[in-house]
């Protein structure tokens, strides 16, 4: 085969789906479904401290299944503290299934806890190369069923599981078609105690899953693989079109109306949807530069601490790094694909005021937003200067699997441009 011919197959993969008020009150039934006897339920302290865990982990003991807690999953997940979920169920067990209730930390940490009770090896073996081992799963991995409660990542319908490795100071990740849920359990009524500053930042991170699988690369434009050779993130494609799309025109309203009023009952359910539909459409586009640029961002923090996130440590939370070089990005990669960056722009703010060049509209609409809902103005606000873009720059490199999926090649000379736009947005 020519290693010229480019490639005319995309793929499509997706947990099943629940999606509705009182849908998690009937996880015990669906274990039942997967022969569950004996399940694991991963969660953090913040989100057991509502009670939604216990509850249910109560419904679940009611069709006769054994449950466990694990709750001490880390808020922005480590390889340390992934290591101690791993752990926990290697001695607690074994579990015939997991279930995560709580945001992309604990769904990551629910996936890492699967793969290494169900495969040999040790956490780092699995990250994604050069980072990590970069291996494979031999085996098959447990039912686990993610219940998000929280609007933004999107773990819920992924094949990806994200971590900061700490010694390294860098963020990264395992990926590979058997981490994806088994079944996603969206239940808007697990959202409405997220504090606004939380809802602004996975709110941002639903809208750059979107736009970002949106504005990939088009699967055609790849050189054809072999079967053996498929990966998850086959670039932007017809299916994963339609749910970024969709997820873009109820962001348009429903986040900013999250964020101002957190017990808008009809705000949540619709980001809680935005949510699904773009997890549906990165999941298997893939997203690129604004992502690739966030595991730096946040792996590299050093005092800054975001309002409404627990504890004294410092972080930038996975969307907010996400959404803070978005505008430059976008505004790079604009040429590649003018009529895709246009439609995402218009898609989430058809009335907005435009500004003369094209290039700047998506651009300047992300600005507006961030700006209303209180995202801090660029890479500055949370601790970092020009002097760090070049240390950010190495970490963007290092991110190779997302980098591939922008629609215009970045080389370090670009994302230092990009990094050095952001660092003052408005």
Request: net charge negative.
């Amino acid at each position: 085969m020519a290693a010229t011919e480019h490639e005319t197959v995309f793929t499509y993969g997706a947990p099943a789906l629940k999606y509705g008020t009182g849908a998690s009150d009937e996880i015990g039934y669906d274990l039942t479904q997967y022969g569950a006897h004996r399940v694991l339920v991963v969660t953090d302290p913040q989100v057991a401290a509502t009670g939604w865990p216990r509850r249910i982990a109560d419904g679940i003991a009611g069709y006769g299944i054994e449950t466990e807690i694990f709750d001490g999953v880390h808020v922005e997940p480590t390889d340390v503290s992934m290591q101690k979920a791993v752990d926990f169920a290697r001695g607690t067990g074994p579990y015939d299934a997991f279930v995560a209730v709580g945001g992309g930390s604990a769904i990551d940490t629910a996936k890492a806890a699967n793969l290494l009770t169900s495969n040999d090896g040790e956490l780092m073996d699995y990250v994604n190369a050069p980072v990590g081992g970069g291996r494979a799963p031999d085996r098959p991995l447990k039912p686990l069923v993610a219940v998000p409660t929280t609007t933004g990542t999107g773990s819920e319908s992924t094949t990806v599981c994200v971590l900061d490795v700490l010694s390294l100071r860098v963020k990264s990740g395992i990926s590979h078609l058997r981490l994806r849920p088994t079944l996603a359990v969206v239940d808007p009524r697990l959202t409405v105690s997220q504090p606004a500053g939380v809802t602004a930042a996975s709110g941002m991170d639903i809208l750059c899953h979107a736009a970002e699988s949106y504005t990939a690369k088009p699967y055609t434009e790849f050189e054809r693989k072999r079967p053996e050779q498929r990966v998850p993130y086959c670039g932007s494609n017809p299916l994963a079109d339609m749910f970024a799309e969709q997820s873009l025109r109820l962001l348009s309203w429903a986040l900013p109306a999250a964020v101002r009023d957190g017990s808008d009952l009809k705000a949540r359910e619709a980001m809680a949807l935005a949510a699904t539909f773009a997890g549906l459409g990165f999941g298997n586009a893939g997203v690129h530069i604004p992502h690739a640029n966030a595991y730096p961002i946040a792996g590299q923090v050093r005092d800054f601490h975001p309002e409404g996130y627990p504890g004294e440590e410092p972080m930038v939370p996975h969307g907010m790094a996400v959404s803070l070089t978005a505008p430059a990005a976008f505004r790079f990669t604009f040429d590649a694909a003018p009529d895709r960056h246009l439609r995402v722009a218009r898609l989430l703010a058809p009335d907005f005021e435009w500004p003369g060049d094209f290039a700047d509209h998506l651009p300047a609409v992300l600005i507006d937003l961030m700006r209303r809902i209180g995202i801090p103005d660029g890479i500055g606000a949370v601790g970092y200067s020009e002097s760090d873009v070049d240390s950010l720059v190495e970490g963007t490199l290092k991110q190779q699997r997302l980098l591939a999926t922008a629609p215009r090649e970045a080389s370090a000379d670009d994302l230092s441009d990009i990094l050095r736009e952001s660092v003052s947005l408005w």
